[in-house]
């Protein structure tokens, strides 16, 4: 069994149902200049670029921002929107994580904490 699929089955045990992680940003995948790459030793060719922030949300108080370009959370390179919805659903809730991104050329670091997702039915 994978690691991925016994910690959700124990998260359903321990709570009732799976707690996945929100960050109140919507973002798209972006091709990375290959510059940033080289200056940055970035892992990946593409990123997620934010859209937008959710006012309070989780992005909104750790300093993130619309334009800003996701390229790394919790030490595993983001390549898509995939790979952050793969990580908020294995990373605890309410738990601070570090978000590493790009503001134009500069290399930043934000410690963000995911809230649990609401559930639509």
Partial sequence: MPSVRLSLDIERY???????????IYGRQRPLDRRLILLH???????????????????????????DVVVEIGGRPVSSVDDLHSF????????????????????????????EARQSN
């Fill in 41 to 67: 030793e970035l892992k990946t060719n593409t990123a997620v670029e934010i859209i937008s922030v959710q006012e309070a949300g989780p992005a909104d108080a750790a300093g993130l921002r619309q334009g």
């Fill in 14 to 24: 321990t709570h009732g149902k799976v707690r996945r992680g929100f960050m109140g």
């Fill in 88 to 115: 908020l659903t294995e990373w605890p809730v309410d738990t601070a994580v570090d978000v590493v991104f790009l503001r134009g050329a500069q290399k930043k670091t934000a410690a963000a904490v995911p809230v």
